[in-house]
């Protein structure tokens, strides 16, 4: 399977990373192992978790996506086979942004011994904190990095002007890089990325693994009128998209599904794939049906009177 590079790193992933968030939430520890079994038996290795993953579920407070991914690395012993993208930020137990040393230092180990490995391949800031200032946040990274406990460092979720600015500062005062960018994006939720993130995206180098690939399920053609919102716990999540220029880009999927024998989530995983400087969109998956469906994406090859469709019938 094809691999990509993570922005200057040396992290080479396929074009599809599992999204750790279903983990201890819509997929108990047993479905979550049949998943991870699935995912790397078929040749994909890039798992995107964070710290503060599951803690929304009731009785939940964070971390059982880790520690679900830690019991199955040390089950499997396939840590080597495995890029491991975790987050850091979200600040535990009320949920605050929290980048500074003191936080980011003490978090890693709790993540490491979770996840049962002595390092994180891609450790990213889950939300910026304007309260710590970005030298802090950053040296921190560069302890870590030089500890040995994480590989590489991205961003989630920084406005456009703190994603420079860090970057920036990274470059000027030798502290470590930013390497990755994740984003929201998705066929329907392209402006935002398209026109404030992809310039810096291409101006730094930087991979984006991106989440919402699907666009919380309304991608996969599930949804198609209010009734259909019950069919899922993400269902509520999806009625904003059921407007005019969700249904037509609802049909443009059906009519390239059709085409290529395919499925609205493959095609629309595809289209993602094929766009400059994605490296590798999130999707998650709750049952080992689902994740084929979607990880048949990755093989799938969209001509460009396919792409030129959706992005069309996607236009902003």
């Given at each position: ?43 994909f ?80 800031s ?17 302890q ?108 443009a ?38 994740f ?7 093989d ?17």
């Open positions: 399977m094809e691999k990509r590079i993570i922005g200057h790193s040396d992290l080479a992933v396929a074009p599809l990373a599992f999204g750790g968030n279903v983990f201890g939430w819509t997929a108990d520890e047993a479905t979550s192992f049949q998943l991870l079994d699935a995912f790397a038996d078929a040749g290795n890039l798992i995107d978790t964070a710290d503060s993953y599951s803690h929304w579920v009731p009785g939940n407070k964070g971390g059982e996506s880790e520690t679900i991914i830690g019991k199955w690395l040390k089950k499997t012993g396939k840590r080597d086979q495995i890029i491991i993208s975790t987050k850091v930020g979200s600040g535990l137990p009320d949920n605050k942004k929290d980048l500074s040393a003191t936080y980011i230092l003490n978090a890693v180990d709790k993540s490491l011994e979770r996840l049962q490995t002595d390092y994180i391949d891609l450790y990213q889950h939300y910026d904190d304007l309260n710590t200032p970005i030298e802090e946040t950053l040296e921190a990274f560069g870590l990095i030089k500890a040995g406990k994480v590989r590489y460092i991205g961003a989630s979720n920084f406005t456009p002007e703190r994603l420079t600015k860090s970057l920036e500062i990274s470059q000027k005062e030798g502290y470590p890089v930013y390497q990755s960018l994740q984003p929201e994006y998705n066929l329907y939720d392209r402006e935002n990325y398209e026109t404030k993130y992809q310039p810096i995206v291409s101006q730094y180098g930087l991979g984006v693994i991106n989440y919402y690939s699907l666009a919380s399920g309304f991608l996969t053609g599930k949804y198609r009128s209010e009734t259909d919102l019950s069919k899922s716990p993400r269902g509520q999540g999806v009625k904003r998209y059921l407007n005019e220029r969700g249904m037509r880009i609802l049909k999927l059906d009519e390239v599904a059709e085409e290529y024998r395919s499925t609205p989530a493959q095609v629309s995983l595809a289209w993602l794939i094929n766009q400059p400087g994605i490296t590798a969109p999130i999707a998650s998956a709750t049952s080992v049906t689902q084929q469906d979607i990880a048949k994406a990755a799938l090859t969209l001509d460009r009177a396919a792409l030129e469709k959706l992005t069309t019938a996607s236009s902003f």
